[in-house]
């Protein structure tokens, strides 16, 4: 499925395409139909995840490689007491706090602007958005599988049926994932729906 949403060879150069990041790490094994090789597919999927989530979280904490130290977002430890930005002074509520540093300090914080609705679609966020769900869903399911939790896997093949049925070329998959649902919430005994979510 991630193939056929994420993989284009017409986007060689956009960066933080699937296909971009196949050239760039020179997968040249990684092909259009991924069961040409298939142990170079998932491996170079794995690689394309674990890439974003590390992206994702420098920019998130503001580092400029992963060598550096946290700039924004750090972990602060959680305290009974919120403290004057400006003096020092402790109160036991946020609200006393807001009243002191308008009252004292002449401080009144910012309210962040609401974000204006945009006219134009941004294609390269929709398209990161798209490549991260279908590549942690991916990575939880591989997850499940090892770990051999039925239970994950029947939960996730909910998901996996919305982009099935949302995919063009995969309804096959969208109507062999409704079955097995179907199967296990309804049709079968208790015992056998049992079986067949532990034992796949």
């Known amino acids: 499925m991630c193939w056929h949403q994420l993989y ?4 060689g150069r956009d ?12 997968a040249r094994n990684v092909t259009v139909d991924p069961r040409n090789n298939f142990y170079a597919s998932p491996e170079f999927l794995n690689k394309y995840t674990a890439a974003y989530l590390v992206c994702g979280a420098l920019h998130h904490f503001g580092m400029a490689d992963i060598n550096g130290q946290p700039t924004k977002n750090m972990h602060v430890p959680l305290s009974n007491e919120y403290k004057c930005r400006f003096c ?12 002191h540093e308008e009252k004292i300090h002449s401080f009144k914080p910012e309210k962040p602007e609401e ?3 945009e006219v134009t679609p941004d294609h390269v966020y929709n398209y990161m958005r798209k490549s991260l769900a279908l590549c942690m869903l991916r990575r ?3 997850d499940a ?12 093949y909910k998901f996996f049926l919305l982009y099935y049925k949302a995919t063009p070329k995969t309804p096959k998959y969208a109507y062999g994932t409704f079955e097995t649902l179907a199967q296990v919430m309804c049709l079968l005994t ?3 729906s049992h079986r067949l979510t532990w034992n796949r």
């Open 88 to 99: 020092g002074k402790a109160y036991k509520m946020p609200t006393a706090l807001v009243k």
């Open 8 to 11: 284009n060879t017409g986007l």
């Open 190 to 192: 208790p015992r056998m």
């Open 140 to 142: 939880n399911h591989d």
């Open 145 to 156: 599988i090892s770990m051999g939790d039925g239970s994950r896997v029947i939960r996730l």
């Open 115 to 117: 974000p204006t609705a």
């Open 15 to 26: 960066i933080g395409t699937l296909y971009a990041a196949r050239n760039a790490i020179n």
